[in-house]
Structures are given as C-alpha cells and as structure tokens.
C-alpha cells in the first residue's frame, strides 16, 4: 500500500503513542499538539482555535482525531464544549478545507454506555454472568446511542457531526467506540472483562480504518477486544475493515 501523510491530533496521549508505534514508517506521520512530539514534525496549537490549527492540515491524507478531554468524571462543561465541541468540529472543519480523505475519529464507548444499566448488560458488567441468559442482543452501530454522562454527549456530537460531514462534502468519517484502553494494557474492574480493549487492538483497529478503501465512506464501530462477555459487538469492524483482535479480557482472569 502507498504511504499516506497521515496527522494525529493528541499524540502525545496513551493512544497516540500507540498509534506512532504501529504506524511510523509505514505512513508519514505529523502531529498536532499543545506540545512537541519528539521525532515528529509537530504542530503545536489548541484545536479550539480554528486559525491555529489550519497549517498541519495542509497536504495530508488521514487525519486521526483523538485530541480530546478523555476523562468522564471531573471534567467542566467549558472544558468539554473547548474541547469536544468546538475543537472537534474545528478538526473536521480544517480537514475539508484542506481536501483531508479521511478521518478517523476516537469516539467513545460511552456513547452507548448506560445500557449498563438495563438487563442483561447491568449483570454482564457486574460479573454475575450465572444471571446472563443463554441468548441476547449484543449492542451494535445500529442501536440507540445511551451516553453516559455530558462526556458521552459529547461523543455523540461528533458522531452527528461526521455523518453531516460525510453527507455534505467529500470526505470519509469513521468513527470508533473505543473501550476501556488501559496503562495497565489489562481489564483492571469487574467491568473491565466487557469493554476491555488491548492496546495493540485499538492501534491495530485505527491502521485498518487508515488503510480502509475508499468506499468506506461513513462508518461507526465498536472497539473491544475478543472479549467472552463482550456486549458492544465488533462484528461489522470485522466485516467491513477487517478487524480480527489478538487479544481477550479473559485471558487475564
């Protein structure tokens, strides 16, 4: 495959870094930053502001979205609308002015995650798995989004926000659910065991959608590993990009 200039916003986060480590070299790799990313040509600005950030979009492919404030709890309004809002509109926004390809957009299994609250998921993220019946419906792209907390919301937003995008210029959005990617590279709760997602599955996960053909033009999907009591299935990542994780919570039991 030929190389393609891709930038990531955030690299300096868990995720970034990872995904630096699977891709450098096989792609041309910039970051935009608040700070310096060593080895990498850097642009250093706060997606908030619009005419800030516009240089680092010019002439690249991909963008890989994962700048963002990424912790559910303690987190202000103001900083999530700066951030989550506002700053991810001005990614999409820079990257249509820039002629960008594709964006890959860290979304967030918290969109869909108060269906934890309801049965059978409620037990499965509880670990009373002796509760779970022998069937039932996995969550998936198709189903409602349940956000859990204004951090939740704010990942629907850029949802919404990808498919007016890729309904009103030409541009390809995919956006992943990302389950819980630990320091630990471990399920470290009882709820870990359901959402759980390794780190050389969520990096493997974002060189797919990279790599993905064109044709792949609007798309979200659920990221967890291979997990026996996963309830976010992963099957249509599967089917469409190709996405098969190494690795499972229960190996970890």
Known sequence: ??????????????????????IEGKHILSALNRRPIEGIESHQADIADLDAIRPAFEGVDVVVHLAAMAQPEG???EELLNANIVGCYNVFESSRQAGVKRIV??????????????????AIVAGRY????ETWKKVDHN????PGGLYGCTKVFGEALARHFTDTCDISIISLRIGAV????RP?????????CSQRDVAQMIEKCIEAP????????EVVSDNKWAYRDISHAREVVGYEPEDAAEDYR
């Open 1 to 22: 495959m030929a190389q393609k200039k891709v930038l990531v916003t955030g690299m300096s986060g868990l995720i970034g870094g990872l995904v630096r480590e699977r």
């Open 182 to 185: 630990t320091r630990e590279n």
């Open 143 to 146: 189903t409602p989004v349940w």
């Open 105 to 122: 957009f860290a979304s967030s299994g918290a969109t869909v995650r108060n269906w934890d609250r309801v049965f059978p998921y409620n």
């Open 75 to 77: 987190m202000t309004w």
């Open 214 to 221: 064109d044709s792949v033009k609007f798309e979200i999907f």
């Open 130 to 133: 002796d509760e779970v019946p």
């Open 188 to 196: 470290t709760e009882p709820r870990g065991f359901s959402v759980w």
